[in-house]
């Protein structure tokens, strides 16, 4: 498996982690094999959050990974905190140290490799955060940090406070929620495609190397579904995706990463299937380098324009 640097760190990671947000009400079965799968392409990077089945998917993967035998140190894991479902966001000290060391719990570890705050708390404190990342890294819980769905600002502001470099920004990206990408192109267009307000967060995230985590690749809209298939709302796009696929032998899930990956802002994304074929089928879009011009046919039938 492709691999590369996260951030500014010196953690080398794979260009694809692996969502388990799905793991808890998986069957057993499957669940094991996703990871022994996972493991045996070289996919070692999973992505938790602590609200994920209200904490269970990372206790059945803690229970997955004690049966493969695998050492810790041959696994990334990189989990999330931050949002009270229903009730608020909470980047408090007292709720990020409480967090993680309920995190470790049910993940049977000692340390994560990677912590993110997971939405934007309004009644951040910067000061604060950094003090509780001071003490996860003093303590060894947690060896690096980043963010999930921050803009340039607030990130800038949080970076302001800590000692360590924010080393990924998870955002929702895929083939059709790429305002991120479209936007600059559209620059001084009035009449431009944009659905989702894009604030520079890619330039930004590019300029000080912090790596860009897209979460959700196959799904078009706010959970609204997968574009995949979908012949009814995208068939241009689709018919785009399968051509591609039967000229380089893969599926049209490797191809849809593939878009992601030939970007050279270095993406690393995080898909969320646990099915072992379709892992199969994501790990072959790390050996897929696709042209400028096919880069940007995809672009176009997903209802882009060039201006």
Partial sequence: MRTMKLGKTDLTVPVMALGCMRLAGADRKQAAEFIDTALGLGL??????????????????????????????????QSKCGIVPGKMFDFSKEHILNSVDKILTRLGTDYLDVLLLHRPDALMEP??????????EDSGKVRHFGVSNQDPYTMELLQ??????????QLQLSITNATMISQPMNTN?????????????????????????????????MFEGTF???????????????ELA????????????????????????VTGTINPKRIVDCAKAADVTLTREE?????????????
Wanted: charged share 20%; net charge neutral.
């Fill in 44 to 77: 070692n990077f999973f992505d938790h959050a602590d609200i994920y089945g209200g904490g269970k998917c990372e206790t059945v993967f803690a229970d997955l990974i004690r049966e493969t035998g695998v050492s810790r140190d041959k696994l990334i894991i």
């Fill in 160 to 169: 302001r406070s800590l000692r360590q470099p924010l080393a990924a920004n």
């Fill in 228 to 242: 995949m298939g979908n012949t009814e709302k995208f068939p241009k796009l689709n018919a785009k995706l399968d």
């Fill in 127 to 136: 000061d604060e955060v950094a003090e509780a990342f001071n003490i996860l």
């Fill in 189 to 221: 267009i009035s009449d431009a495609k944009d659905p989702v307000l894009d604030n520079g967060v890619m330039n930004y995230c590019r300029l000080n190397n912090i790596t860009i985590q897209p979460w959700s690749p196959f799904q078009y809209g």
């Fill in 246 to 269: 039967e000229k380089y032998g893969v599926a049209n899930t490797t191809i849809a990463l593939a878009w992601l990956l030939r970007h050279p802002a270095k993406l690393q994304p």
């Fill in 295 to 307: 880069w940007y046919s995809i672009y176009l039938a997903a209802g882009y324009r060039l201006p």
